[in-house]
């Protein structure tokens, strides 16, 4: 079966650096992505990964190793407003994403 | 209008009534996406739509039956649900191109509650 494992819940410091893993095992592969969803509302675009390596995008990098089926999001500088719900999406053979549970993130001042 | 919208933003039903969420997305992409979310478990993909070909997971209830008139509407109609169902119901967007998986983009989704 296709599976994505992320820890359930991550608590993190104001200003501090947090790593949030995903390892995934599926029927091929199409791609990474990440996500974050508050609260209450819709999930979001963060970043996409597909060759194996660190994709830095601001405050936020993400990376990836094919061959051991494992992705981080990095988070750096946290701010309060970081607290949130982060998903671990990959693309299957099929072209269609199978997400983990996600992670929540809680933010301490 | 911006992104992709969804009505309503909450419904409260009885198991025997019959209702309808909707959503629209003004990105101009080609593919649409039912995704259910409940509380704790990764997002479920119900039903997709693209290049007008419609895809399911087989596991998805017959009380749950889609319809996308085009490529900027999707709906999702529900008749005679189970407390079960309760849970937040997502449309998404993207841009297929059969050859890649890009990006999808979310609607602020249908707080569904079923009594």
């Known amino acids: 079966g296709q599976n994505i494992d992320q820890p359930t819940e991550m608590t993190a410091t104001e200003g501090a650096i947090v790593q949030i893993n995903c390892t995934y095992q599926?029927?091929?592969?199409?791609?990474l992505f990440w996500y974050q969803q508050h609260a209450g509302e819709a999930p979001t675009f963060l970043s996409y990964?597909?060759l194996d390596g660190l994709e830095e995008k601001g405050r936020f990098s993400s990376f990836l190793s094919r061959s051991k089926g494992y992705s981080y999001l990095l988070l750096k500088e946290l701010q309060m407003k970081d607290s949130a719900s982060y998903l671990c999406a990959v693309g299957d053979s099929n072209y269609q994403l199978i997400w983990g549970a996600g992670t929540k993130l809680i933010i301490k001042p | 209008e911006t992104g992709v919208t969804q009505t309503p933003r909450h419904l409260v039903m009885g198991m025997t009534n019959k209702k309808s969420l909707k959503c629209e997305q003004h990105?101009?992409?080609?593919?649409m996406y039912w995704y259910k979310q409940s509380a704790k478990k990764p997002l479920e993909l119900m039903f997709v739509?693209?290049?007008?070909?419609?895809?399911e997971n087989n596991s998805v209830p017959s009380r749950f039956s889609p319809e996308c008139p085009n490529s900027s509407h999707l709906f999702l109609h529900l008749h005679t649900l189970q407390p079960e169902d309760s849970a937040l119901y997502l449309c998404?967007?993207?841009?297929?191109?059969?050859?890649?998986?890009?990006?999808?983009?979310f609607g602020p989704g249908t707080r569904l509650t079923v009594t």
């Open positions: 990964n597909v």
């Open positions: 998404a967007s993207s841009q297929d191109r059969g050859t890649l998986v890009y990006e999808q983009y």
């Open positions: 599926t029927s091929g592969f199409n791609g």
């Open positions: 990105l101009g992409h080609n593919a």
């Open positions: 739509y693209n290049f007008k070909e419609q895809t």
